[in-house]
T-cell receptor, first 116, second 122 residues
């Protein structure tokens, strides 16, 4: 069964450094998302991406963040100048053009980012 | 704005018993979708069940069923015959319909509730 993959599974970085979180969505999917989950808290929407551009972003997704689909398969989230409060689990999700009526988003296993 | 509320921070159930996890929502949209996800201690998000706002019948997926009461804006998850492996965090989520907004077009982002930790006792 096709699945969303994310690398690395765990990233430790120092405050102020840049990190790139990578995702490979399901191959025929068209819509891509990043979510964040601070430890013990709910999952929060960051950004959605369609047709090679950001379609929506949350208040969390400020100039520190950027997304890119560089080669038609990977979908990346870049965090510039990381802060301690960026420590969280980051989930990538994708969905197809119309998965029946559910438009189900398939989640990757997540990348746990730890900023020290 | 959409809002999802899960009022039960934690729930306990005996193995083989049924359990209901509560979820209420608030939206002005007529068309929306409701999802339940399971998050085990390993951290991944596992899709369990979906209910569309226009679906007249409650969704069922194996041991999972969704008690959808549209007038009350509730979408409770019922797990029958609980198993030890059901112990996990459970999130209710809502998907809004695609629509134009100030920043572009929204393509169905999910808004999550706070989650309920379910513990199944042997």
């Amino acid at each position: 069964e096709p699945e969303v993959t994310q690398t690395p599974s765990h990233q430790v970085t120092q405050m102020g450094q840049e990190v790139i979180l990578r995702c490979v969505p399901i191959s025929n999917h068209l819509y891509f998302y990043w979510y964040r989950q601070i430890l013990g808290q709910k999952v929060e929407f960051l950004v959605s991406f369609y047709n090679n551009e950001i379609s929506e972003k949350s208040e969390i997704f400020d100039d520190q963040f950027s997304v890119e689909r560089p080669d038609g398969s990977n979908f990346t989230l870049k965090i510039r100048s990381t802060k301690l409060e960026d420590s969280a689990m980051y989930f990538c999700a994708s969905r197809g053009p119309g998965s029946g009526g559910s438009y189900e988003q398939y989640f990757g296993p997540g990348t746990r980012l730890t900023v020290t | 704005a959409q809002k999802i509320t899960q009022t039960q921070p934690g729930m306990f159930v005996q193995e083989k018993e049924a359990v209901t996890l509560d979820c209420t929502y608030d939206t002005s949209d007529q068309s929306y979708g409701l999802f339940w996800y399971k998050q085990p201690s390993s951290g991944e998000m596992i899709f369990l069940i979906y209910q569309g706002s226009y679906d007249e019948q409650n969704a069922t997926e194996g041991r999972y069923s969704l008690n959808f009461q549209k007038a009350r804006k509730s979408a409770n998850l019922v797990i029958s015959a609980s198993q030890l492996g059901d112990s996990a965090m459970y999130f209710c989520a809502m998907r809004e319909p695609p629509k134009a907004n100030a920043g572009g077009t929204s393509y169905g982002k999910l808004t999550f509730g706070q989650g309920t930790i379910l513990t199944v006792h042997p």
